[in-house]
């Protein structure tokens, strides 16, 4: 299975400090992908890190990826209330079955105290 | 930035009915894909299709679902007979950011009674 497994499950910060969620996966990927979803609603993109990448920045969004260890981490610095949501972490891989596939994690509830 | 539409946003049916759910995915693309997320669980894929054909399905899409492709624009999914366990909310999407990311509808949440 692809699957990635995030943890914790749910994070409580207070606002102004940094979030980091992790996210294990099992076997080879192209790519690794972090969602967000907001209670209720659709998942929005929020950065794709490849296989050979080891880091990338999106504003308050750092993410690191360890292929070695088959793991990532999503760091939000800076948090503020507005970033509670659920976040997901997504492998895209082939699939085995002649095509690449997204397959998503559990996810991480995020709750961030004014 | 392109936007996946999906409707409706909510429906309600009877364990048995038949429902259609619809997205207007991103145009010029020819891979479209649905999801599904229960409650509370994570999301898991449904199927893809490419070129108006079936790419891939997961065990999930058994003979009770289809999807189509009727217009050219739309791509609906189908459930024939729905069961208590379909509930969940339905998620259409298009890959768009650096091809492999992809844009989420906001999903049609599917309550069956």
């Known amino acids: 299975s692809q699957q990635g497994e995030e943890d914790p499950q749910a994070l409580s910060i207070q606002e102004g400090e940094n979030a980091t969620m992790n996210c294990s996966y099992k076997t080879s990927i192209n790519n690794l992908q972090w969602y967000r979803q907001n209670s209720g609603r659709g998942l929005v993109h929020l950065i794709l890190?490849?296989?050979?990448?080891r880091e990338k920045h999106s504003g308050r969004l750092r993410v690191t990826l360890d292929t070695s260890k088959k793991s990532s981490s999503l760091l939000i610095t800076a948090s503020r209330a507005a970033d509670t949501a659920s976040y997901f972490c997504?492998?895209?891989?082939?699939?085995?079955?002649?095509?690449?596939?997204?397959?998503f994690g559990k996810g991480t509830k995020l709750s961030v105290i004014p | 930035e392109p936007e996946v539409t999906q409707t409706p946003s909510h429906q309600v049916t009877q364990m048995g009915q038949e429902v259609i759910l619809r997205c207007v995915p991103i145009?010029?693309?020819?891979?479209f894909y649905w999801y599904r997320q229960i409650l509370g669980q994570k999301v898991e894929f449904l199927v893809s299709?490419?070129?108006?054909?079936?790419?891939?399905k997961s065990e999930i899409f058994d003979d009770q679902f289809s999807v189509e492709r009727p217009d050219g624009s739309n791509f609906t999914l189908k459930i024939r007979s729905t069961k208590l366990e379909d509930s969940a909310m339905y998620f259409c999407a298009s890959p768009y950011r650096d091809i492999y990311g992809y844009t989420f509808g906001s999903g049609t949440r599917l309550t069956v009674v």
């Open positions: 145009s010029n693309h020819l891979y």
């Open positions: 997504a492998t895209y891989a082939y699939s085995g079955a002649g095509s690449y596939q997204l397959t």
């Open positions: 299709f490419y070129n108006n054909e079936i790419s891939e």
């Open positions: 890190i490849r296989s050979n990448e």
